[in-house]
Nanobody, 131 residues
Framework: QVQLVESGGGLVQAGASLNLSCVASGRIFSSHTMGWFRQAPGKERAFVAA????????LCADSVKDRCAISRDNAKRTVYLQMNSLKPEDTGVYYC????????????????????????WGQGTQVTVSS
């Protein structure tokens, strides 16, 4: 079973940048689609970004599209999330997640954006953006 450990969260000021990392255990990481979600207090977990198995296809949520970048390094079993121009509404716990559906070796397919479509999760890292 793959385990995920997120890092890079903390307290940041509005306008700053965020760089999160998620390291996976297990060799099958490179065959899984990966995603980032966040959960603000009192709200449901929301999609932030997703990336295909070889990284050629990425997607960011409309709410962060102009400020978001997701990438991965399969050799390091790591997926990254970068967000710029942070706002107080970006505050929340950020989770890394893995989606295990096999797409026949393709790198271009519809990336999953629903939390229910992800099969394993990290423990999350808190990000707090102060105004």
């Amino acid at each position: 079973q793959v385990q995920l450990v997120e890092s890079g969260g903390g307290l940041v000021q509005a306008g700053a940048s965020l760089n999160l990392s998620c390291v996976a255990s297990g060799r099958i990481f490179s065959s899984h689609t990966m995603g980032w979600f966040r959960q603000a207090p009192g709200k449901e977990r929301a999609f932030v970004a997703a990336i295909s198995v070889r990284g050629g296809n990425t997607l960011c949520a409309d709410s962060v599209k102009d400020r978001c970048a997701i990438s991965r390094d399969n050799a390091k079993r790591t997926v990254y999330l970068q967000m710029n121009s942070l706002k107080p509404e970006d505050t929340g716990v950020y989770y890394c997640a893995g989606h295990t559906t096999w797409y026949g070796g393709r790198d271009y397919y519809a990336l999953p954006t629903q939390a229910k479509d992800y099969d394993y999760w990290g423990q999350g890292t808190q990000v707090t953006v102060s105004s």
